[in-house]
């Protein structure tokens, strides 16, 4: 494809010998046929990167000439040191159906959101949602999101620079998580999900009060925890460890203990076995709001620490985003 | 304890102002307690890595002054940078009954063997065993291993340096693998392990044979592998990436082809979804035979790779080793 030709045209003109490639775990059966690919093509040696690749929050250090990081789009505040984003495009956008059943839940004024994979159906969704009679606005990109309406899953900023010109967000992609942290955030605002893999469209509020539920039961259970252990990323978009630093003093000036918790991938099996008696998580926002379920101990977010300790109250509960 | 005062001592004559604090999983209990104690004492801010530890071969990058390294002896051969191995002795011997049951399994001339935590018996024991008439050598230590008569698992230098001198080996410790590894490369030689945790003694020359055999149906099943996935790691003492190249180059001559995967933790979870045929491991050799039946496809040593290819005969198989 043109993309790999593009790649190709880098790699000669940076005379690069050896090339890393990291993928998303959806696009792994695409990686050796790549590597061979450009093995053959272009007469360097390619090196799999197979740690886990969840974005560009996470660009793989690798002994490499060259790094290709595919399936995510850069994160413009980042610097990034020979590395090459391999733009997938988006697939074709054949049927509209999904999208129409979305708009008829829809308000007059809706926000347009999605991921970098499907950035490319907006501006047909655009078109059809104004045939339908609807006005339509796009979150412009700053310095974490490279695309205009791009969500991350750390970041609503072209959400919630809108709030105020739309009356409910229409968000095109799969998964429910991207479009949740919108829900958080923006509580008086119906969120649809139009999901091409389905085929289907959804609302997302019962989601949002169930997990607000989650969230509230979470809180509870750290209400009384001594010692709070605060993970911190080592992922250069993800590691804030100057957050982590604060919330370590202020459970410190409320008598409680805490220690900071510095690690690459946050995965339970890894956190088992330390006397803490509740997680704080800076690192990847979704971690404490997916994953909880997986953690024995009550996992927070920074927000929700501070509610624990009678910082902030429950009626101001925001969702935490890593800005920057 | 003594060494906390030393390490106490450490920070001060480095004017460290932040610890970073690396734990083997058994000893995750005394994170927070240690970071506790050293942050009051000496007014520095602990930082817990909680990536998994598994060796010396893998002490933990992180933004700190001086790194404590619990657990495991510094390898010679690597070279570390403000790192502190904070050494927590042997715990007592205090009774000899699981010893004597292992002697009155052995030859003669003896070796002995164990890990770090148990080098402080190795004088008693060996006075033990020569009280009961054993010849009793010790292997000594070289450029990766730090004591006399320790195995690392992925280094046996001190149990085949003296292969000549012995006609079996003790092996004082838990677990099988260390021990394994001397059973694999030294298939004449008898190997009694005396287990201090079961207190108890066995021979370990049914788990060789159990072993050989798993080893040669992975070898079965990788025999007509078209693409091998060659994974090596990311951590400084289990680097071996030329090794890597070299594998990768001599399936290419065999007409199959080959892609390097690069990655600090190997788990089967992150090998999912590649279209490889058989994987190569040249991570820490115990991946291979440990963890074999948690992978789906057949997972090799470099040795074993060479079978496959008709480069070595089975008659010379070897255990896999990391030789500086």
Same mark, same amino acid.
């Given at each position: 494809m043109a993309e790999t030709d593009r790649l190709l045209e880098e790699i000669r003109s940076r005379n690069a010998k050896t090339v890393g490639l990291q993928f998303p775990a959806g696009l792994r059966m695409r990686a050796v046929e790549l590597a061979q690919e450009i093995e053959s093509r272009a007469g360097v040696t390619c090196i799999v990167s197979a740690d886990p690749s969840f974005g560009a929050c996470d660009v793989a250090e690798m002994p490499v000439d060259l790094t290709v990081h595919i399936g995510h789009a850069p994160m413009p505040h980042l610097r990034y040191d020979r $590395? %090459? %984003?391999y733009d997938l495009g988006s697939p074709p956008l054949k049927d509209f159906a999904f999208i129409d059943a979305a708009a008829a839940l829809l308000p007059k004024r809706v926000g347009l959101l999605t991921t970098? =994979? %499907? !950035? #490319?159906w907006l501006p047909a969704v655009k078109e059809r949602l104004e045939k339908a009679g609807h006005e339509v606005r796009t979150g412009e990109p700053d310095r974490r999101v490279a695309y205009a309406g791009q969500l991350l899953g750390c970041d609503y900023h072209t959400a919630t620079m809108i709030e105020k010109d739309v009356d409910g967000y229409l968000y095109v992609g799969t998964g429910d998580f991207h479009p949740l942290g919108v829900a958080m955030l923006l509580p008086h605002k119906p969120i649809v999900i139009a999901d091409p893999e389905r085929g289907a469209a959804r609302d997302l509020g019962d989601l949002r009060d169930h997990i607000l539920r989650q969230r509230h039961a979470a809180i509870t259970r750290a209400h009384d925890a001594q010692v709070f252990g605060i993970i911190v990323s080592k992922k250069p978009g993800q590691a804030r460890m100057e957050l982590a630093r604060d919330l370590k003093a202020l459970a410190e000036t409320h008598g409680r203990k805490a220690s900071i918790f510095l690690m690459d991938l946050v995965s339970p099996e890894f956190l088992? #076995?330390? !006397? $803490?008696d509740a997680w704080v998580n800076?690192?990847?926002?979704r971690i404490a709001i997916e994953d909880v379920? =997986?953690?024995?101990k009550p996992i927070l977010t920074p927000q929700e620490l501070e509610i624990v300790l009678g910082e902030r109250d429950w009626k101001d509960y925001v969702f935490d985003e890593i800005r920057a």
């Open positions: $590395v %090459f %984003f970098v =994979q %499907f !950035r #490319g088992e #076995g330390y !006397r $803490v800076t690192a990847c926002p379920l =997986q953690y024995k």
